[in-house]
């Protein structure tokens, strides 16, 4: 069963900077690098969004509210996907979640991270 372990997470202030990153485990790196890979967040009483995310080729898309401040990347010979979030604001609060879109067509998630952003 592949296993994502998110981790960066944390107490930060507005203009801040975090990187995240979410390794994944039991899964081969052919695996990993061919399997489309995304960051999530969920905010208190919202549902769950797209943040960011990276196919395997490589091409990116971001949530609007992010485009130009976040950074996905991914490491496939570390089995690691990564989201550096720079110029953070307070709406960034949320729990941040890794996912992984397997091509078995399988979907993983990991437990999430909490970043908090203060004003």
């Given amino acids: 069963q592949v296993q994502l372990v998110e ?8 203009g801040g900077s ?6 994944a485990s039991s899964v081969s790196s ?5 399997s489309h890979m995304g960051w999530y967040r969920q905010a208190p009483g919202k549902q769950r969004e797209l943040v960011a995310a ?4 490589g091409n990116t898309n971001y949530a609007d ?11 496939n010979a570390k089995n690691t996907v990564y989201l550096q979030m720079n110029s953070l604001k307070p709406e960034d609060t949320a729990v941040y979640y890794c996912k ?4 078995s067509g399988g979907d993983y998630w990991g437990k999430g991270t ?5 004003s």
């Fill in 7 to 14: 981790s960066g997470g944390g107490l930060v202030q507005a």
């Fill in 18 to 23: 975090l990187r995240l990153s979410c390794a």
């Fill in 30 to 34: 052919v695996i990993f690098s061919i």
């Fill in 54 to 57: 990276i196919r395997s080729a």
């Fill in 65 to 75: 509210s992010v485009k130009g401040r976040f950074t996905i990347s991914r490491d």
């Fill in 100 to 103: 992984m879109a397997s091509p």
């Fill in 114 to 118: 909490l970043v908090t952003v203060s």
